[in-house]
T-cell receptor, first 115, second 112 residues
Framework: GAGVSQSPSNKVTEKGKDVELRCDPI?????LYWYRQSLGQGLEFLIY????????KSGLPSDRFSAERTGGSVSTLTIQRTQQEDSAVYLC?????????????FGEGSWLTVV | GESVGLHLPTLSVQEGDNSIINCAYS??????FIWYKQESGKGPQFIID?????DKRQGQRVTVLLNKTVKHLSLQIAATQPGDSAVYFC???????????FGGGTRLMVKP
């Protein structure tokens, strides 16, 4: 597609359930990022994928969070045993190469509500 | 720790006036800076970027100024329009980083 595509756009889940969020980056972009944005807050880095390199997972808040990127394209962010504090917008972004000097384009986000 | 922050959480301007949104950063190794606009319910939208070897860069109705001496970044919007109402984030990337570090955001409100 023309932009970064994320699904679902909205997800309401019960506390303790697992959720999967999907990101389809811009075609040809080798770099993919996940960020989290709580209500009225800035963006918090979660994880970064670049080509075939090992991902930078330094921003993942706990071991309940994991992400994969299959075939160098689509990525899935998985949150296990969701907690209410996981409620946030999860934003995916991609760029043609690494983050320096290459415009990073964001998707519209997946709004997660844990009840 | 290193951080990027904004001075004003909310800025209210009259339609047609110029807007200036400020941002301070603390990582002296940062060499790339970006401004994003985020409208309600949408993802951040790239506005303009600047590398550390520049002091000023202009786009359509927007100008970014970088003062490396005091580690300060600003976004100027000329002839502000109602459609400019949004939250604006500055972000920076250190030359060894794998991420953009975002400031807390400034809400721009344009009064008709």
């Amino acid at each position: 597609g023309a932009g970064v595509s994320q699904s679902p756009s909205n997800k309401v889940t019960e506390k303790g359930k697992d959720v999967e969020l999907r990101c389809d980056p811009i075609s040809g972009h080798t770099a993919l990022y996940w960020y989290r944005q709580s209500l009225g807050q800035g963006l918090e880095f979660l994880i970064y994928f670049q080509g075939n390199s090992a991902p930078d997972k330094s921003g993942l808040p706990s071991d309940r969070f994991s992400a994969e990127r299959t075939g160098g394209s689509v990525s899935t962010l998985t949150i296990q045993r969701t907690q209410q504090e996981d409620s946030a917008v999860y934003l995916c972004a991609s760029s043609s190469n690494g983050p320096t000097g290459n415009t990073i384009y964001f998707g519209e986000g997946s709004w997660l509500t844990v009840v | 720790g290193e951080s990027v922050g904004l001075h004003l959480p909310t800025l209210s301007v009259q339609e047609g006036d110029n807007s200036i949104i400020n941002c301070a950063y603390s990582n002296s190794a940062s060499d790339y800076f970006i401004w994003y606009k985020q409208e309600s319910g949408k993802g951040p939208q790239f506005i303009i970027d600047i590398r550390s070897n520049m002091d000023k860069r202009q786009g359509q109705r927007v100008t970014v100024l970088l003062n490396k001496t005091v580690k300060h970044l600003s976004l100027q919007i000329a002839a502000t329009q109602p459609g400019d109402s949004a939250v604006y984030f500055c972000a920076e990337n250190g030359n060894a980083g794998n991420m953009l570090t975002f400031g807390g955001g400034t809400r721009l409100m344009v009064k008709p």
